[in-house]
T-cell receptor, first 113, second 116 residues
C-alpha cells in the first residue's frame, strides 16, 4: 500500500530563511512523488515531480526536492523564503504514475516578515 | 476560460436538498477526477473517469453520484447529504497517453460545500 506522511502541519519561517518541508512515503514499488501547493481559495498547483530520473528535482518558484530511497523521503526545500510562499503544501505518491495519487495531510507554511 | 473551472464556488444546502457541482476542463484532457478535501485529512480521491468511463469509485456513499457526459465536463450530483459531507470538493483533469508514465493532474479552485 502507498501512503505519505508529512511531518509538521504548520511550519513558520522568517522571510529569507531556509524552507524545509518534510515528506516520507511508503510504497511497494519505485514511486512517483509530487509536491503540490495550494494558495488560499485556489486549487492545487504542481510544484515539482520525481519520476525516477534525477534524484534532485527542481520545480517552480525556486523550490526543489531530493528523492532519498534509503530514507524513503522526498523533502521540499527553498534556500530563501519569500512572503508569497505562504500557502499549504501537499506531498503525494503514486505507484502507477497515472490516475491514483495519494496525498499527505498537508503543511501550512507561514512566512514571517 | 482556461484550465479547470468549477461552479459554484460556494454552496450551502440542507440535508434534504438536491444540488449538483459542475467541473469543466479546457485543456483537452481525457481523464477527470473528484476529490474531497476536509480539514486535517488527506485529500480523498472519490471518482475517476477515463475517456468518460468511470474507472474508480473509492467506496463513496451513494448520496454522491458522478456524471461525465463528455471528456470536458464532470458533475457531482448531491442528495440527502450529511453535515460531515461539508468540505472542499476539488475537480482535476489530466491527459493519459502512452508517451509518458505520468501526466500532471490540473486542479480547479474547488467548491466549498456546507451542509446544514
Amino acid at each position: 500500500a502507498q501512503s505519505v506522511t508529512q511531518l509538521g502541519s504548520h511550519v513558520s519561517v522568517s522571510e529569507g530563511a531556509l524552507v524545509l518541508l518534510r515528506c516520507n512515503y511508503s510504497s511497494s514499488v519505485p514511486p512517483y512523488l509530487f509536491w503540490y501547493v495550494q494558495y488560499p481559495n485556489q486549487g492545487l498547483q504542481l510544484l515539482l515531480k520525481y519520476t525516477s530520473a534525477a534524484t534532485l528535482v527542481k520545480g517552480i518558484n525556486g523550490f526543489e526536492a531530493e528523492f532519498k530511497k534509503s530514507e524513503t523521503s522526498f523533502h521540499l526545500t527553498k534556500p530563501s523564503a519569500h512572503m508569497s510562499d505562504a500557502a499549504e503544501y501537499f506531498c503525494a505518491v503514486s505507484e502507477d504514475g497515472a490516475n491514483n495519487l495519494f496525498f499527505g495531510t498537508g503543511t501550512r507554511l507561514t512566512v514571517i516578515p | 476560460e482556461t484550465g479547470v473551472t468549477q461552479t459554484p464556488r460556494h454552496l450551502v444546502m440542507g440535508m434534504t436538498n438536491k444540488k449538483s457541482l459542475k467541473c469543466e476542463q479546457h485543456l483537452g484532457h481525457n481523464a477527470m477526477y473528484w476529490y474531497k478535501q476536509s480539514a486535517k485529512k488527506p485529500l480523498e480521491l472519490m471518482f475517476v473517469y477515463n475517456f468518460k468511463e468511470q474507472t474508480e469509485n473509492n467506496s463513496v456513499p451513494s448520496r454522491f453520484s458522478p456524471e461525465c457526459p463528455n471528456s470536458s465536463h464532470l458533475f457531482l450530483h448531491l442528495h440527502t447529504l450529511q453535515p460531515e459531507d461539508s468540505a472542499l470538493y476539488l475537480c482535476a483533469s489530466s491527459h493519459l497517453g502512452l508517451a509518458e508514465p505520468y501526466n500532471e493532474q490540473f486542479f480547479g479552485p474547488g467548491t466549498r460545500l456546507t451542509v446544514l
